[in-house]
């Protein structure tokens, strides 16, 4: 590979404008699609989506439409500069590449649910959100009338383990809905189930769970009282800090109901703690 070529390999992720600078100054148009292509390989033989999240992520502070508004009291979602989405089958076919030019820069993927159900779109919304270059991670929806061992099993038997993929998140929240469990386990049987849980797949995955929970359950469940867990909060009224007194949190929950390009109906849509450095920094630790 020639000079020339070598400045587009290093470049082109950066900004697009690269090209046409590069291609009219220095290229022929073979040479040019000699670069695309060894571009192009890079990018699908990378070990991790993690390397093209640095690289390509630009925009910061989105701001998404949303289907039902809110009018926030305090601090804004869009005052962080990182945001995400959480998606399962129920968002149909989704167009990765398009939402992460919107400016999403990390998902969450439904992957399992109880002890022998399969979200029917995991495996196309894994494999689409690297090919995209999107940071994301699988998450469980728990059961409460199944224990928690077959549970955990039954999410590592389908959530491949691979370096660059964010932490598993165990889902806990009523489900209202559900037709075949109306069981409520007391608050110390909850914990100590989550404790199972979040034991078994820290011991798998080697890193470090997340929990999602909404206000309801968190304050039903005394799950303020559960140490050394990164939370990831529902709160789609006011921030998490005037939800949750005193709770620290790695993401927020702000809407279900949002809009973002390349998904088809409500969006549930998520914003990072910290700076755009501190998401850098939290990513590269928890995907080894």
């Not at 809905?177 to 995955?205: Q, T, W």
């Not at 559960?226 to 005193?246: C, G, H, M, Q, T």
């Given at each position: 590979m020639d000079q020339y070529?070598?400045?587009?390999?290093?470049f082109v992720f950066y900004d697009s404008v690269w090209i046409d600078f590069l291609a009219s100054r220095f290229f022929k148009k073979a040479a040019l699609g000699s670069a695309l292509i060894c571009v192009v390989a890079l990018?699908?033989?990378?070990?991790?989506?993690?390397?093209v999240l640095d690289i390509r992520s630009s925009v910061t502070n989105p701001?998404?439409?949303?289907?039902d508004p809110h009018e926030w009291k305090s601090k804004k979602p869009w005052d962080y500069p990182v945001h995400g989405i959480d998606v399962s089958k129920y968002q149909n076919d989704i167009d990765w590449a398009q939402a992460k030019r919107s400016g999403i820069s990390f998902a969450f993927i439904k992957a399992t649910e109880g002890g022998d159900r399969l979200d029917d779109r995991?495996?196309?919304n894994w494999e689409g959100a690297r090919r995209a270059g999107v940071v994301r991670g699988a998450y469980h929806f728990y059961y409460f009338c199944r224990p928690a061992f077959e549970q955990a099993a039954w999410f590592i038997s389908k959530v491949p383990?691979?370096?660059?993929?964010?932490?598993?998140?165990?889902?806990?929240?009523?489900?209202?809905?559900?037709?075949?469990c109306k069981f409520r386990p007391e608050p110390d049987a909850v914990r100590r189930e989550m404790g199972v849980f979040l034991n078994?797949?820290?011991?798998?995955?080697?890193?470090?769970?997340?929990?999602?929970?909404?206000?309801?359950?968190?304050?039903?469940?005394?799950?303020?009282h559960?140490?050394?867990?990164?939370?990831?909060?529902?709160?789609?009224?006011?921030?998490?800090?005037?939800?949750y007194p005193d709770q620290k949190w790695v993401f927020w929950q702000y809407t279900g109901t949002g809009v973002v390009p390349g998904i088809k109906g409500?969006?549930?849509?998520?914003?990072?703690?910290?700076?755009v450095n501190q998401w850098k920094d939290w990513v590269k630790d928890r995907t080894k």
């Amino acid at each position: 590979m020639d000079q020339y070529n070598l400045w587009v390999v290093k470049f082109v992720f950066y900004d697009s404008v690269w090209i046409d600078f590069l291609a009219s100054r220095f290229f022929k148009k073979a040479a040019l699609g000699s670069a695309l292509i060894c571009v192009v390989a890079l990018s699908s033989c990378t070990s991790s989506p993690v390397d093209v999240l640095d690289i390509r992520s630009s925009v910061t502070n989105p701001r998404y439409g949303d289907n039902d508004p809110h009018e926030w009291k305090s601090k804004k979602p869009w005052d962080y500069p990182v945001h995400g989405i959480d998606v399962s089958k129920y968002q149909n076919d989704i167009d990765w590449a398009q939402a992460k030019r919107s400016g999403i820069s990390f998902a969450f993927i439904k992957a399992t649910e109880g002890g022998d159900r399969l979200d029917d779109r995991f495996k196309q919304n894994w494999e689409g959100a690297r090919r995209a270059g999107v940071v994301r991670g699988a998450y469980h929806f728990y059961y409460f009338c199944r224990p928690a061992f077959e549970q955990a099993a039954w999410f590592i038997s389908k959530v491949p383990k691979e370096r660059g993929s964010l932490p598993p998140v165990l889902d806990m929240e009523w489900n209202h809905k559900s037709p075949s469990c109306k069981f409520r386990p007391e608050p110390d049987a909850v914990r100590r189930e989550m404790g199972v849980f979040l034991n078994r797949i820290k011991s798998h995955y080697g890193k470090k769970p997340i929990v999602y929970t909404t206000v309801d359950f968190y304050h039903e469940n005394d799950l303020g009282h559960i140490k050394n867990i990164d939370f990831w909060l529902r709160s789609v009224a006011d921030e998490p800090s005037n939800i949750y007194p005193d709770q620290k949190w790695v993401f927020w929950q702000y809407t279900g109901t949002g809009v973002v390009p390349g998904i088809k109906g409500d969006t549930d849509i998520n914003a990072f703690y910290g700076s755009v450095n501190q998401w850098k920094d939290w990513v590269k630790d928890r995907t080894k």
